[in-house]
């Protein structure tokens, strides 16, 4: 299917807030959501703009994604074209036409933002916002001045477009005006990767096997793609043929977010060890805040700490363990902390990043030194509302709402009860009431399930709130190793006041993993 072809018609689909539902009052703004899947980020925010804010919500689908629910409709003999919940956003005077229309036919006074869900619809977004930047210049300079499109779009905030936020390579490039980065190239054959691995990052030439990466963490390299998600055809190499396989598992194969692209270059970039933290930021008119800030715990599954290393790929330490809240006070823990976060600001201001949320992942390495690993302009994408709400007393999706509709001007003069935090009264740090973890269940066996182990236990821990093994790993379900964020098996919450608690259930947890499943 065309991603641009076939909706010849476009239809906002518009939800209205209980008071203009039921009331018949006019409903003065309201925002934009893309690709609003998630019941804990796309499904709340639209909750809450509706029931809290009193605004209105356009739910748009990215044309990644709705091409993709138009041919798996279609496999099921459904004949329902996705591609008409999109919004047109081609160049041309014809697409722009139905882009005018489309927005005429959104019954808010105003439109101030455009928050997008999904990892993959995320150029989607700025594309839109640049779109209807271009709708305002055409009405500014027509004789008949401002129109009544021109007025709903005038008091959208958004950050411009700039590929830098996805690719990879260009993220560090320009970031490095700001901050120290780690070495990378852009390589366009597996030739070239192979010459730059030896002569640019040392590698040895003649090594044929794995060496001890917390001894020389300079024994390694990072091949990725460009554009990617999580730790998808991410690999740690440490040899020339690892660096073969690798790169050939990127080129030429399908760009993330994409139908039709390839890829026609891979990252190289060189291997930082350290404590790895992620920052959930939201921003307002460039002014920064931490809304949450975690720590990772990172492992290779290939081996069980028994010796089972069944695969002999222990090269793959990307497989997650948990995501931990920590404090801006543990400094004893985490001596860099402030560090980090004056880092992440600055790579924040680097890419002009003004409006709305990111999530910000970085290493430190054992000299004190802060490299990024990579900046995303959405939500993190775990549950992590609910946690932080109970440990912090908010939440980043929250604080995003309150970044766009909780101005001076408004004072939210819409008329809802909103129970979110004003921007203004949120502090630029967070703090903790309560310790909380996000364990992430990892996989150690690779076979067909034929005993399960440990969940109730699991359930009676002190600091358990809630737990879900997926579907998928149930006895007789065939079953790989987990070996990134998107391969792990389920998850556990752990929320408790007592730090020395929390840690032990969470000990105790990582040591089960390692015989939760029994194979054959």
């Not at 699991?458 to 190793?481: A, C, H, K």
Request: some cysteine; overall charge negative.
């Amino acid at each position: 299917l065309d991603i641009d072809a076939g909706a010849n018609f476009y239809s906002p689909r518009v939800d209205l807030p209980p008071t203009v539902v039921e009331k018949g009052n006019p409903c003065r703004r309201g925002i934009i959501i893309i690709d609003p899947f998630s019941e804990y980020h796309g499904q709340y925010l639209k909750y809450k703009a509706l029931h809290e804010w009193n605004v209105g919500v356009v739910s748009v689908i990215s044309p990644y994604q709705a091409r993709g629910l138009t041919e798996a409709a279609k496999q099921q003999n459904i004949d329902t074209d996705y591609r008409i919940y999109t919004a047109p956003i081609n160049n041309d005077d014809e697409k722009q036409k139905q882009l005018t229309d489309w927005v005429s036919q959104i019954p808010f006074d105003e439109i101030v933002a455009v928050i997008c869900e999904s990892d993959s619809g995320l150029e989607y977004a700025e594309q839109l916002c640049q779109a209807f930047d271009n709708i305002i210049s055409k009405t500014i300079n027509d004789d008949t001045g401002p129109d009544i499109v021109h007025r709903k779009l005038a008091g959208l905030n958004h950050n411009g477009y700039d590929q830098a936020r996805r690719d990879k390579y260009l993220m560090n490039e320009k970031c490095a005006q700001n901050v120290g980065v780690v070495k990378q190239e852009r390589c366009f054959n597996v030739e070239e990767a192979e010459c730059k691995a030896v002569t640019v990052f040392g590698l040895d030439a003649d090594a044929a096997h794995i060496v001890d990466l917390d001894a020389d963490s300079k024994k390694g390299v990072i091949i990725k793609p460009c554009r990617g998600v999580a730790s998808d055809r991410v690999s740690l190499c440490q040899t020339l043929s690892s660096i073969r396989d690798a790169s050939q598992s990127i080129l030429n194969t399908k760009v993330f977010g994409s139908h039709v692209e390839t890829y026609e270059s891979i990252l190289m970039q060189e291997y930082v060890t350290g404590m790895e933290y992620a920052i959930d930021c939201v921003s307002r008119n460039g002014e920064h805040k931490a809304a949450a800030i975690w720590n990772y715990d990172k492992t290779s599954t290939a081996n069980d700490g028994n010796n089972n290393d069944t695969d002999n790929e222990g090269s793959d330490p990307f497989a997650y363990l948990c995501t931990r809240l920590i404090c801006p006070t543990d400094t004893q823990q985490h001596p860099h902390i402030h560090k980090v976060i004056n880092y992440v600001t600055d790579c924040l201001d680097a890419l002009n990043i003004k409006w709305g949320m990111t999530h910000t992942e970085v290493k430190v390495t054992s000299e004190g030194e802060v490299r990024l690993m990579e900046v995303n302009v959405r939500q993190q994408n775990d549950n992590f509302g609910g946690m932080c709400n109970v440990c912090i007393g908010y939440n980043a999706l929250d604080l995003c709402l309150s970044a766009y509709l909780d101005t001076d001007s408004t004072e939210n003069s819409d008329g809802g009860d909103t129970a979110a935090p004003s921007f203004d009264d949120i502090p630029k740090l967070p703090s903790l009431n309560y310790r909380g973890i996000i364990v992430n269940l990892a996989c150690y066996a690779t076979g067909i399930i034929t005993q399960i182990n440990h969940l109730d236990e699991i359930t009676q821990l002190e600091s358990t709130v809630g737990m879900e093994l997926y579907p998928d790993f149930n006895v007789g379900d065939s079953i790989q190793r987990t070996k990134d964020i998107r391969s792990d098996c389920g998850w556990v919450h752990l929320i408790h006041e007592d730090e020395e608690v929390i840690k032990k259930d969470y000990d105790v947890i990582c040591n089960w993993m390692k015989t939760m499943f029994v194979v054959r």
